[in-house]
């Protein structure tokens, strides 16, 4: 199936707030409308992949391929550190092909991917994943910091998390590649801002916030302490159904006790972390799994639903709920 996504991008707006002392860009947005006559969409959720096959990605990949034609989905959301240990050096990077393109082959899976970076990808040079050029190399990839996807009934806020976290600007073992990042304070601050005024001008049923870093997790990083101080309560304050992650690599579902908020981790695109899991509330904790799989969404107007699978294409987790507008009368 010829990719159909009639993606247009809108150019950056600059608007000069407070006669030009703070400039907020707003954020890049993609228009992808459902491809159903229903207007309902179906999208397979992976991260933490890029090992060349190994560690049971090409399992993985096999398992999304079926996975994907069975639902014909619209489109797959990588949530980051797509390609290990370094990122790419840069747009030529063999390891692109070798992870990606010659990993992910199904024609099923030959739709648009919308990536977020992570920590990993951080530690290569940063701007080549994010160059045009691997779109001719591979023309499904598409990765950038922050962006939005409008698609009909739902709206996707790309967050570029890495940025937030504090100890990778401290870190003696590793160096990150921090252009288009400083100055730090203000690069963060605009993030907030661009997807803060994103959610409040969105008029979608339903609300989909997606970065590498977790929130709320109880697998070997945790909780990122940064974001549940900075992001969650712009997530909270917006409605946003639900945040999906990867960064913590297994599968997982956290509910919120006091909002309709779910935090979903999909990281188990290729190396996963047996025997890694910190108590957690049973009444918040829904499902964790620490091997590998990847996540499917579909939306409807009226329903929301994730199921997580394995290897082996066996479903381990589903979870969906409703949201209806009718007015009876
Ligand atoms: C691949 O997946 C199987 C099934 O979950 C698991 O037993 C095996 O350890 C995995 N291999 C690696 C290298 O993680």
Redesign the pocket.
């Known amino acids: 199936m010829a990719i159909n996504n009639k993606t247009t991008a809108i150019l950056l707006v600059v608007y000069t707030v407070v006669a030009g002392v703070i400039v907020v860009a707003e954020l890049q947005r993609f228009d992808h409308q459902p491809t159903k006559a229903d207007g309902s969409l179906d999208i397979l959720v992976v991260g933490d992949w890029g090992r060349r096959g190994l560690?049971?990605q090409s399992?993985v990949a096999f398992q999304m391929g079926k996975m994907g034609d069975k639902l014909d989905v619209d489109f797959i959301i990588s949530t980051g550190d797509n390609f290990y240990d370094d990122g790419l050096t840069d747009d030529e990077d063999p390891l692109f092909v070798e992870s990606f393109t010659e990993i992910y082959t199904a024609d099923s899976l030959q739709k648009q991917w919308y990536s977020v970076l992570g920590n990993h990808d951080y530690r290569g040079n940063v701007l080549a994943q994010l160059s045009p050029a691997l779109k001719k190399r591979d023309s499904k990839w598409l990765c950038l910091r922050s962006f939005i996807v409008n698609s009909g009934i739902v709206d996707f806020f790309f967050v570029d998390t890495t940025p937030f976290q504090d100890k990778y600007f401290t870190e003696e073992d590793h160096d990150y590649d921090w252009r288009g990042v400083h100055p730090r304070e203000e690069y963060l601050s605009n993030v907030l801002k661009e997807v803060e005024m994103a959610l409040e001008v969105s008029s979608a049923k339903w609300k989909i916030v997606i970065g590498h870093h977790t929130i709320f997790s109880a697998g070997h990083h945790g909780n990122t302490q940064e974001l549940v101080d900075q992001l969650l309560p712009i997530l909270e304050a917006n409605e946003v159904d639900l945040y999906i992650n990867g960064h913590d690599h297994c599968l997982q579902h956290i509910s919120s006790e006091n909002s309709q908020l779910q935090f979903l981790t999909s990281g188990g695109g290729s190396?996963?972390w047996r025997g890694e899991f910190n108590e957690w509330d049973p009444n918040q904790m829904k499902f964790y799994y620490d091997?590998?799989g990847f996540m499917t969404l579909r939306v409807t107007e009226d329903e929301m639903s994730v199921a997580f699978f394995?290897?082996f294409g066996d479903i381990l987790h589903q979870w969906s709920t409703s949201k209806y507008t009718h007015t009876d009368s």
């Open positions: 560690y049971n399992d190396k996963a091997g590998q394995d290897v």
